[in-house]
């Protein structure tokens, strides 16, 4: 039987690095914003059969969005922290289901990375992620002093989607939280030792934290022929 593919999008955070009046996925790129950016990348994938949106529970800008009301959309209330939202996602998803859980704020995502991820996937891979190698020599620092030069070769910055089925995400979520800071999922399967397969995704599938990442996303839209 093939695999059911369900997308979950955690979109209840506030932004506050963008130091903007609303959200950042809520700021504009062409005539769209960043989060509907990010859904219709989703939505348009024909293997993805469901994408669940966790909103603020104050939320007052989705529902007046055209997506809201996509046919393969649903929402559930987000929580206090990403990882909270995120499950609070996988909570209302089919376990065997295979979770491919996205960055609200990564607008640029191509459908070429996600055929790599679910390629992985459809092997005997449990999870995968997509992550870019590091380029710049990376520093450990101890306060402003560099510390040690870490090895390029072995470092990786990770990106979205990451993936793995909702039963085993859901696990690994719950154990982790009782003892570690949760940042992403594969945080939270690398505490259960589960193996974490990288899959390399493309340079421009960036995530919009400051606000000149805005002008940065707006450049590879254009690229792709999306806005």
Known sequence: MPNQYIAIVPAAGIGSRMQASVAKQYLKLGNKTVLEHSLCQLLTYSAISQ????????????????????????????????????????????????????????????????????????????????????????????????????????????????????????????????????TDEASALEFCHIPVELVAGSSDNIKITHPEDLALAEFYLQQQGRL
Not at 57 to 76: G, I, Q, Y
Not at 86 to 115: E, F, G, M, W, Y
Not at 155 to 171: E, F, H, K, R
């Open 51 to 182: 994408v669940v949106v966790a909103l603020h529970p104050e939320d007052n800008h989705f529902f007046s969005l055209e997506v809201a009301s996509h046919p393969k959309l649903r929402t559930v209330i987000g929580g206090s922290e990403r990882v909270d939202s995120v499950l609070n996602a996988l909570q209302t998803c089919p376990k065997k289901a295979i979770a491919l859980v996205h960055d609200a704020a990564r607008p640029c995502l191509r459908h070429s990375d996600i055929d790599a991820l679910i390629t992985r996937l459809e092997t005997d891979t449990v999870a995968s992620i997509l992550a870019r190698r590091a380029t710049d020599t990376i520093k450990l620092a101890q306060g402003n002093t560099i510390d040690t030069t870490l090895p390029r070769e072995r470092i990786w910055g990770a990106q979205t989607p990451q993936a793995a089925s909702v039963g085993t995400l859901i696990d690994a979520i719950e154990q982790a939280m009782t003892s570690t800071t949760v």
